[in-house]
C-alpha cells in the first residue's frame, strides 16, 4: 500500500497567517503518462464528513477559496493556506487515489494561535 | 445536486454482519462516469478507504478487509450497499459513503478524488 505521511501532526497559526502543511508519500503519484498527480486534499471539521478542496494535487475544487493551494508532485506535496480564518479550522488529510486500495495521510489538526 | 445518505444499524453484535446501505439522491447511480465507494473513520482517528464499486457491479476492495467485504449495487433503487462479516470491536466506526468521477484517455483509466460524500452513520460493534 502507499502510504502518506503528513508533517505536522499539529499546527497553530494566528489568524491572517500562512500555514502549511506537508504530505509525504512512500511512492510516486505521478502518472507519467499525462503528468497528473492523483493526490487530493480534504478539510473534516467535527462531527461533518471530510469535504474536497484539492484534487490533481493543485486543482482547487469549484467553491473552495482560493486562499487554499496545493503543490508539489511525485512524492512530496503542500497544502497552503494563504490567510488563515477562523472557520480553517479543521482537520486536513491527503489521500492518493493513484493506486488501490486509496489510502489517506494520518491527517493536521489545524488550530487558532 | 447529488446526495448521498447512509443507513442501517448503529449497534452490531461481534462476530455478526454489519450491513449499510448508501442512497442516492439527485441523480442516477447509473448515470455518467462515477464510483462509488465506502470509506471509515474509528473514533479520533483516520479515514480507512474500505472499496468502491461501479454501476456495473465491479468492484476493488482493500486487502486488508478483502475477506470479510462485499459491496453490491442495486440500480432499481439508486442504492449501493456495504456488508462486512465476522465484525469485532475493531470494526466500531463512522460510516461514510462517497462518489468519485472517473474517465478515459490516452493513458487509460483516470479516476478522480471522492467529490461528494454522505454525512456518515456511526456503527459500534458491541454485545
Known amino acids: 500500500d502507499i502510504v502518506l505521511t503528513q508533517s505536522p501532526d499539529s499546527l497553530a497559526v494566528s489568524l491572517g497567517e500562512r500555514a502549511t502543511i506537508n504530505c509525504k508519500s512512500s511512492?510516486?503519484?505521478?502518472?507519467?503518462?499525462?503528468?497528473?498527480?492523483?493526490l487530493a486534499w480534504y478539510q473534516q471539521k467535527p462531527g461533518q464528513p471530510p469535504k474536497l478542496l484539492i484534487y490533481?494535487?493543485?486543482a482547487r475544487e469549484s467553491g473552495v477559496p482560493d486562499r487554499f493551494s496545493g503543490s508539489g508532485s511525485g512524492t512530496d506535496f503542500t497544502l497552503t493556506i494563504s490567510s488563515l480564518q477562523a472557520e480553517d479550522v479543521a482537520v486536513y488529510y491527503c489521500?492518493?487515489?493513484?493506486?488501490?486500495?486509496?489510502?489517506f495521510g494520518q491527517g493536521t489538526k489545524l488550530e487558532i494561535k | 445536486q447529488v446526495q448521498l445518505q447512509e443507513s442501517g444499524p448503529g449497534l452490531v453484535k461481534p462476530s455478526q454482519t454489519l450491513s449499510l446501505t448508501c442512497t442516492v439522491s439527485?441523480?442516477?447511480?447509473?448515470?455518467?462516469?462515477?464510483?462509488w465507494s465506502w470509506i471509515r473513520q474509528p473514533a479520533g482517528k483516520g479515514l480507512e478507504w474500505i472499496g468502491r464499486?461501479?454501476?456495473?457491479?465491479?468492484?476493488n476492495y482493500n486487502p486488508s478487509l478483502k475477506s470479510r467485504v462485499t459491496i453490491s449495487v442495486d440500480t432499481s433503487n439508486n442504492q449501493f450497499s456495504l456488508n462486512l462479516n465476522s465484525v469485532t470491536a475493531a470494526d466500531t466506526a463512522v460510516y461514510y459513503c462517497?462518489?468519485?468521477?472517473?474517465?478515459?484517455?490516452?493513458?487509460?483509466?483516470?479516476?478522480?478524488?471522492?467529490?461528494?460524500w454522505g454525512q456518515g452513520t456511526k456503527v459500534t460493534v458491541s454485545s
Open positions: 462517497g462518489r468519485a468521477a472517473y474517465f478515459y484517455d490516452s493513458g487509460g483509466f483516470n479516476p478522480l478524488a471522492i467529490d461528494i
Open positions: 439527485g441523480g442516477s447511480i447509473s448515470s455518467g462516469n462515477y464510483y
Open positions: 464499486i461501479y454501476s456495473s457491479g465491479s468492484t
Open positions: 511512492e510516486t503519484v505521478l502518472y507519467s503518462s499525462n503528468n497528473k498527480n492523483y
Open positions: 490533481w494535487a493543485s
Open positions: 489521500q492518493q487515489y493513484y493506486k488501490t486500495p486509496y489510502t
